[in-house]
């Protein structure tokens, strides 16, 4: 029997849940309308034609939005795989050992998170045109590194702040290779960070406009860019439509995450032992 306070504490909890649910797709409603919608004018509290027609130009070749799409995916794939790439051992050195210098190395990590994205992106504009990366695809991979390299590192740190390398010692007593202790001891124990961290540097990219546009620019046109563009232009019905297909991959995410960021083993769950 749930006493006065569990009674309070449930209901609390229930309007919680609720106020967040509303809060985060309450702002989609009218994005999903506007996309079947052609026209939908004040007082009309619902359209009065119903169309495809704007899903149909998303979908068609002169749109550009499946070129976006595409170019969107890989970009953001290339910058999450380097970001697994460095945030795992930087993640390993901030997580299991102490070093002098170790404060010093997490502030600048965090820098990116703190200082605005468009100051750090104008500082390294005039570097990336040194480079010949401007306008490129290449440059606009490296340059999203600046947002998703903390995410993946800190989810790393927390993951091995709570990892045993005795582990990898029993192993290698065993006579495992290096490449053997990591495939089948460290591996395994790390990869709920490594996805989580992924999906997070994979959004984060995803998500970057900004960065794109002075690093890209123009020419490189992401999803972001091509959404911003439509949205500008009044075009309501299409740019519901493309903002439907651009949330897409943070649900997928959401879902796919929820288990590791919850729960007893939640894999950001080393975060306040860093």
Request: proline share 5%; hydrophobic share 55%.
């Amino acid at each position: 029997m749930i006493g006065q306070d569990g009674l309070w504490t449930q209901t609390f909890r229930y309007l919680t849940c609720l106020v967040l649910v509303i809060w985060l797709v309450l702002p989609l409603i009218p994005l999903a309308i506007w996309s079947f919608a052609r026209g939908w004018f004040f007082p009309d509290i619902l359209p009065r034609v119903w169309t495809l027609d704007a899903w149909d130009y998303a979908m068609s070749d002169t749109s550009g939005v499946l070129d976006s799409l595409w170019l969107t995916i890989g970009i953001s794939l290339a910058a999450t795989a380097l970001s697994i790439l460095i945030g795992v051992p930087a993640g390993r050195a901030l997580g299991m050992y102490k070093f002098r210098g170790k404060e010093v190395v997490e502030m600048m990590i965090l820098a990116p998170m703190i200082v605005p994205g468009i100051a750090v992106a104008l500082g390294i504009h005039s570097v990336f045109i040194w480079l010949g990366l401007t306008n490129t695809v290449q440059g606009v991979i490296l340059v999203h590194l600046i947002p998703t390299l903390p995410y993946m590192t800190l989810v790393m740190a927390g993951i091995f702040s709570n990892y045993d390398p005795a582990f990898e010692a029993q192993a290698r007593s065993l006579g495992a290779s290096p490449l053997k202790t990591f495939w089948y001891v460290t591996l395994p124990a790390i990869l709920p960070g490594i996805i989580v961290g992924g999906l997070f540097a994979f959004l984060v990219s995803w998500s970057q406009y900004i960065l794109t546009l002075l690093i890209g620019g123009g020419r490189v046109v992401t999803l972001p860019l091509l959404l911003f563009n439509f949205a500008t232009s009044g075009r309501n019905d299409i740019t519901g439509a493309i903002g439907m297909i651009y949330i897409l991959p943070g649900i997928f995410i959401l879902l796919l995450t929820a288990k590791q960021l919850s729960g007893r083993s939640a894999a950001v769950g080393g975060f306040g032992r860093l």
